[in-house]
Nanobody, 116 residues
Framework: QVQLVESGGGLVQAGGSLRLSCAAS????????MGWYRQAPGKQRELVAR???????TYSDSVKGRFTISRENAKNTVTLQMNSLKPEDTAVYYC??????????WGQGTQVTVSS
């Protein structure tokens, strides 16, 4: 079984910063790619950032230049540093990991709320 546990969500004022962490139950080298998605009320879940084992890091246009995804391999953790937060960033943020293209894992989500 693979478990993904998110942490770091909370309340922050516009312009502030948060750092989200996703801790995996096994080495993140086992995953083809890991990433962060978010879902706001009434909206579809959308990609925020993805960091593959091989290839190019990708970001949503809406967060590019403000968010940074990175791996902390020794801690089996992927982080999302979020700066210059905006109210429209308010959502539940989910960690995602993929093995072999067909094994897809999700964390339970962490709430990020950005006040005006």
């Amino acid at each position: 079984q693979v478990q993904l546990v998110e942490s770091g969500g909370g309340l922050v004022q516009a312009g502030g910063s948060l750092r989200l962490s996703c801790a995996a139950s096994e080495s993140i080298f086992n995953f083809n790619t890991m990433g962060w998605y978010r879902q706001a009320p009434g909206k579809q879940r959308e990609l925020v950032a993805r960091i593959p084992s091989l290839g190019t890091i990708t970001y949503s246009d809406s967060v590019k230049g403000r968010f940074t995804i990175s791996r902390e391999n020794a801690k089996n953790t992927v982080t999302l540093q979020m700066n210059s937060l905006k109210p429209e960033d308010t959502a539940v943020y989910y960690c995602n990991a993929v093995k072999y293209s067909y094994d897809n894992y999700w964390g339970q989500g962490t709430q990020v709320t950005v006040s005006s």
